[in-house]
């Protein structure tokens, strides 16, 4: 059995790059056509967007649905990210990935994607028009859960430990943090 390296030939990595890599359990992505490559989630991250998953899809409106990683989002030729959970139109899913924003892009932090989640992945969902960003901290434990006005991200709520923080879009839902580490 042969490996293949898949290298761009010339200028940045473009989405059907991505298609070329192999399935080996690590995360690829892609942000303006710079390859970002992720270790698998630890079962802490997992466990956190199992339960977050599960909360949400209770409370989902039929026209929606709730979907976790790994599925692409691709806004462009050269952006491809997973969201660790999305909110989506049902309409917004196509045969292999995400074709139209999310209402909801959530990612959950670990040590090894802290700053591409709260930097780069906040940018790209912003840049995107996905409606709203929430970050996940399942060390601290934490939510802030940002909605897009004007082009921008505005902080709509905020919650450590066992507080509770209420939203209403993508649709009506109360999250308490400590709810989704513990265990």
């Known amino acids: 059995m042969s490996v293949v390296t898949v290298m761009p030939r010339e200028g940045d990595w473009t989405v059907d790059d991505i298609d070329l890599l192999p399935d080996d359990g690590l995360q690829y992505e892609l942000i303006d056509g710079i390859l970002v490559v992720s270790p698998a989630p630890v079962p802490r991250h997992q466990r956190v967007v199992v339960r977050l998953l599960v909360q949400l899809d209770l409370a989902c409106p039929p026209e929606l649905e709730v979907l976790v990683s790994p599925i692409d989002f691709r806004p462009d030729k050269t952006t491809s990210v997973q969201p660790d959970v999305v909110v989506v139109r049902r309409d917004a899913v196509g045969e292999t990935n995400i074709v139209i924003a999310p209402l909801l892009a959530v990612e959950v932090l670990s040590p090894s994607t802290r700053r591409k989640d709260l930097v780069l992945k906040h940018s790209v969902y912003a840049d995107a028009g996905v409606e709203s960003y929430w970050t996940v901290d399942p060390k601290m434990?934490?939510?802030v859960c940002w909605n897009l006005?004007?082009?921008?991200y505005v902080e709509v709520g905020r919650a450590h430990g066992a507080d509770t923080v209420s939203v209403t879009r993508p649709y009506p839902v109360t999250v308490?943090?400590?709810?989704?580490?513990?265990g």
């Not at 308490?176 to 513990?182: G, H, R």
Request: proline share 14%; net charge positive.
């Open 141 to 143: 434990p934490s939510i």
């Open 149 to 152: 006005i004007a082009g921008r």
């Open 176 to 182: 308490c943090p400590q709810n989704l580490s513990s």
